[in-house]
């Protein structure tokens, strides 16, 4: 398979990631009290949003690709 269709596979699946779970979360762990010999952590979960929009061109972009990269020259 063509170096084409390969980049085209991997941005068909984070397509579909992106439009099935619409963002990246992510556990940080935030140092909340610091005194001497006592210390206190919490952990936070973050979320990166991934619009609608971005999974979408990420999908087309990669089925337009497969198409080009399996067309024999």
Known sequence: M???????IILIVIGILAL???GI?????EKVLDLGPIQATAEKQKTI??????GGI????GIVLV????RKT
């Open 2 to 8: 063509k170096p084409a269709g390969i980049i085209g």
């Open 20 to 22: 099935v779970y619409g």
């Open 25 to 29: 979360t992510y556990t940080k762990r």
């Open 49 to 54: 949003p991934l619009p609608p929009v971005l």
């Open 58 to 61: 990420c999908l087309v972009g």
């Open 67 to 70: 198409i080009v990269g399996s």
